[in-house]
């Protein structure tokens, strides 16, 4: 097999990279348009750029302009620019927001119309000579022959193509990465972990690109931490550590950007690219949100690739199957997004139900894109969706979901996450099956051993689903409703053993509050009963009884309602059951 690899004609990094490209730069024309923002200007990075050029007696004109991510708006205002100031070729100073404009301005400046022409076409032809000079290390623009621009009329981030994007010369010189704040290092850093992790993983992975994308994640678990830490401490900033630790993340994020250039993106950046658009989330910060759930919901097509870098990390071991050196890097993934203090779509400040009602356009978008399609699992849009709906019940273990309006929704999270392997282990002699004539009218529950509950929970926790798709209700003895993940139903999974170590799953309301837990049954009816294959949900209030087992039949389970009189110290009452059994 044959392999093309195209990267940019010259690449100048290190410690004196400006200085040694000066000449090279300075070469390219007669008068440059330097694109970049105010925060650029103010630091005086763009000074650094402008004192290079008036030494060489080259003209420049400044387009600060870039505001935010860029627009189609943006880079119209940049042509602008361009046109009055008879420019004649393009700098961008500054992140991947400056650099994709920078290359946008390149295709309308010689091509006419209007960026948004160009969405679903490869750009050809010779553009403008460009340099680009990062300033945070993460999004790898200056090596890739790609650009994103947000269509402002259709809310869509534009993933455009075309090789003459492509720099010619491309600059990573550490000195303009000291000055990144904390959270701009963590969303960059994290940025170019997409990037590298997702071009070793992608189907367009080749054995140049292998090389460049281990290297990459090598260095960002080793030195994203060191920076992130120092970020904002003036008086490290020039540390030996600090300077060494920021050249090292400038280099991943050129190899991480050299790669995915040649690989291509997965799933992650083609899910991320639509969060961005419609609700301004900064790319990286996007990218790092999906980051674990995406991971976790594709890697088993691909564990051998997601176990090398386990092992590349040292995160595993050789004595580490790929499936579970492929865990501990997702581990190590998320770990890592923790630390640099990543929030979710909630925590940011999205609201909830605006999220949710944008995941059809947004699934529509992501797949559009072609990005997921390069992922080894083969994603649906129903794939996509579920992996949407997931960032927004993540956080606090005590939450109540809402209902989901698509009932096969938890049915296919099931799926994904191997069920019918989890079915096994309540299937075989270890499960003892419980008969009480009296309270069953001659129906069996199923009980286990906590042995055998520890390894099905086990089972899920490797397939991580405990913090990101499935929600417990478990009532003790007294009836006290304890909602949170499976995780944390692990810790206190003894306290729902009766002194013959066996375990009941019986959901209740709170006798108390007589609140309805239908919510509750929707969300956990379908993966609890997937473990014990029938059960039990008991209320005082027959309304209740009415609406869980109607719940349950819409997920497809058998369910029949009873009544039971009993009592305890001469008070007597009546208990509504309902008995949901095998799947219908």
Same mark, same amino acid.
């Not at 940049?78 to 393009?90: A, H, K």
């Not at 923790?338 to 609201?351: N, T």
């Not at 309301?509 to 993966?527: A, F, H, M, R, T």
């Not at 039971?564 to 095998?582: F, R, W």
């Given at each position: 097999?044959s392999y093309?690899f195209?990267?940019p004609?010259?690449?100048?990094?290190?410690?004196?990279a400006?200085?040694?490209?000066?000449?090279?730069i %300075?070469?390219?024309?007669s008068? #440059?348009l330097i694109v970049?923002?105010?925060v650029?200007v103010?630091?005086?990075?763009?000074k650094?750029?402008?004192?290079l050029?008036?030494?060489?007696?080259v003209?420049y004109?400044?387009f600060d302009?870039?505001?935010?991510?860029?627009?189609?708006k943006?880079v119209e205002a940049?042509?602008t620019?361009?046109e009055?100031e008879?420019c004649?070729?393009?700098? +961008?100073?500054?992140g991947g927001?400056?650099?994709?404009?920078?290359?946008?301005?390149?295709?309308?400046?010689?091509?006419?119309?209007?960026?948004?022409?160009?969405y679903?076409?490869?750009i050809?032809g010779t553009?403008?000579?460009?340099?680009?000079?990062?300033? !945070?290390s993460?999004?790898?623009?200056?090596?890739?022959?790609?650009t994103?621009i !947000?269509?402002?009329? +259709?809310d869509?981030?534009?993933?455009?193509?075309?090789r003459?994007?492509?720099?010619d010369?491309?600059?990573d010189?550490p000195?303009f990465?000291?000055?990144?704040?904390?959270?701009?290092t963590a969303?960059?850093?994290?940025d170019a972990? @997409?990037?590298a #992790?997702?071009?070793?993983? %992608?189907?367009?992975?080749?054995?140049m690109?292998?090389?460049?994308?281990?290297s990459?994640?090598?260095?960002?678990?080793?030195?994203?931490?060191?920076?992130?830490?120092a970020?904002g401490k003036?008086e490290?900033?020039?540390?030996?550590?600090?300077v060494?630790?920021?050249?090292?993340m400038?280099?991943?994020?050129l190899?991480?950007?050299?790669?995915?250039n040649?690989?291509?993106?997965?799933?992650?950046h083609?899910?991320?690219?639509?969060?961005g658009?419609?609700?301004?989330?900064p790319?990286g910060? %996007?990218?790092?949100?999906l980051l674990? #759930?995406?991971?976790?919901?594709?890697?088993?097509?691909?564990?051998?690739?997601?176990?090398d870098l386990?092992?590349?990390?040292? +995160?595993?071991?050789?004595?580490d199957?790929?499936?579970?050196?492929?865990?501990?890097?997702?581990r190590? @993934?998320k770990e890592?997004?923790s630390?640099?203090?990543?929030?979710?779509?909630?925590?940011?400040?999205?609201?909830r139900n605006?999220?949710?009602?944008?995941?059809?356009k947004?699934?529509?978008d992501?797949? +559009?894109?072609g990005s997921?399609g390069?992922t080894?699992?083969?994603?649906?849009?129903?794939?996509?969706?579920?992996?949407?709906?997931?960032?927004?019940?993540m956080?606090?273990?005590?939450?109540?979901?809402?209902v989901y309006?698509d009932e096969n929704y938890?049915?296919?999270?099931?799926? #994904?996450s191997?069920?019918?392997?989890?079915l096994t282990?309540y299937s075989?002699?270890?499960?003892?099956?419980y008969?009480?004539?009296d309270? @069953?009218n001659g129906?069996?529950?199923?009980?286990?051993?906590?042995?055998?509950?520890q390894?099905?929970?086990d089972?899920w926790?490797?397939s991580?689903?405990d913090?990101?798709?499935v929600?417990w209700a478990?009532?003790?003895?007294?009836?006290?409703?304890a909602v949170?993940?499976i995780?944390?139903?692990r810790?206190?999974a003894?306290d729902?053993f009766?002194?013959?170590?066996?375990?009941?799953?019986?959901?209740?309301?709170?006798?108390e509050?007589?609140?309805?837990?239908?919510?509750i049954l929707?969300?956990?009816?379908?993966?609890?009963?997937a473990l014990f294959?029938c059960?039990m949900v008991?209320?005082?209030i027959?309304a209740?009884a009415k609406?869980?087992r109607k719940a349950?039949?819409?997920l497809?389970?058998?369910?029949?309602r009873?009544?039971?009189?009993g009592?305890?110290?001469g008070?007597n009452?009546?208990?509504?059951?309902?008995l949901i059994?095998?799947?219908?």
């Amino acid at each position: 097999m044959s392999y093309q690899f195209i990267m940019p004609k010259q690449v100048f990094y290190g410690e004196g990279a400006l200085e040694q490209a000066a000449s090279v730069i %300075s070469g390219c024309g007669s008068k #440059a348009l330097i694109v970049t923002d105010p925060v650029m200007v103010k630091l005086q990075n763009v000074k650094c750029v402008t004192e290079l050029l008036e030494k060489a007696g080259v003209g420049y004109a400044i387009f600060d302009g870039v505001t935010g991510e860029p627009t189609d708006k943006m880079v119209e205002a940049g042509r602008t620019v361009w046109e009055s100031e008879g420019c004649d070729f393009l700098i +961008a100073v500054g992140g991947g927001s400056p650099i994709d404009t920078m290359k946008a301005i390149g295709v309308v400046a010689v091509k006419g119309g209007s960026i948004n022409d160009w969405y679903g076409k490869e750009i050809t032809g010779t553009l403008p000579p460009m340099a680009a000079i990062p300033t !945070t290390s993460g999004t790898g623009s200056e090596a890739t022959q790609f650009t994103i621009i !947000t269509n402002t009329e +259709a809310d869509i981030k534009m993933l455009l193509k075309g090789r003459t994007l492509m720099p010619d010369i491309a600059v990573d010189d550490p000195r303009f990465t000291m000055t990144a704040p904390p959270a701009i290092t963590a969303a960059t850093g994290l940025d170019a972990l @997409c990037h590298a #992790a997702e071009a070793y993983t %992608s189907r367009k992975a080749q054995p140049m690109t292998d090389t460049l994308a281990v290297s990459a994640v090598k260095r960002i678990f080793r030195y994203l931490p060191v920076c992130y830490a120092a970020a904002g401490k003036t008086e490290e900033k020039d540390s030996r550590e600090i300077v060494e630790a920021r050249m090292q993340m400038s280099l991943a994020a050129l190899e991480a950007g050299i790669a995915f250039n040649n690989a291509s993106v997965t799933v992650i950046h083609g899910m991320s690219r639509p969060i961005g658009a419609l609700f301004h989330v900064p790319h990286g910060v %996007s990218n790092a949100m999906l980051l674990p #759930a995406c991971f976790e919901y594709v890697y088993r097509e691909a564990a051998d690739r997601f176990a090398d870098l386990g092992r590349a990390i040292k +995160a595993a071991d050789e004595a580490d199957g790929d499936q579970e050196a492929a865990e501990k890097f997702i581990r190590a @993934c998320k770990e890592l997004c923790s630390a640099c203090h990543i929030p979710m779509p909630v925590e940011y400040g999205i609201d909830r139900n605006a999220f949710l009602e944008k995941i059809p356009k947004m699934t529509e978008d992501a797949l +559009a894109s072609g990005s997921p399609g390069n992922t080894k699992k083969e994603l649906s849009a129903e794939d996509i969706t579920a992996i949407y709906k997931s960032l927004i019940f993540m956080g606090n273990p005590y939450e109540i979901c809402p209902v989901y309006e698509d009932e096969n929704y938890l049915l296919r999270l099931v799926e #994904a996450s191997d069920a019918p392997d989890l079915l096994t282990v309540y299937s075989d002699e270890k499960a003892v099956p419980y008969f009480n004539s009296d309270n @069953c009218n001659g129906d069996d529950f199923h009980y286990t051993t906590l042995e055998r509950m520890q390894e099905a929970v086990d089972f899920w926790l490797r397939s991580y689903r405990d913090k990101y798709f499935v929600r417990w209700a478990v009532i003790d003895k007294k009836a006290a409703c304890a909602v949170g993940t499976i995780e944390l139903f692990r810790r206190r999974a003894a306290d729902y053993f009766d002194d013959c170590g066996l375990l009941r799953l019986d959901l209740r309301s709170d006798y108390e509050k007589e609140e309805p837990i239908c919510s509750i049954l929707e969300l956990i009816v379908l993966p609890a009963f997937a473990l014990f294959e029938c059960g039990m949900v008991a209320t005082k209030i027959p309304a209740f009884a009415k609406e869980r087992r109607k719940a349950a039949e819409r997920l497809g389970f058998t369910a029949s309602r009873e009544s039971l009189v009993g009592g305890e110290d001469g008070k007597n009452y009546t208990d509504y059951h309902v008995l949901i059994k095998d799947k219908a």
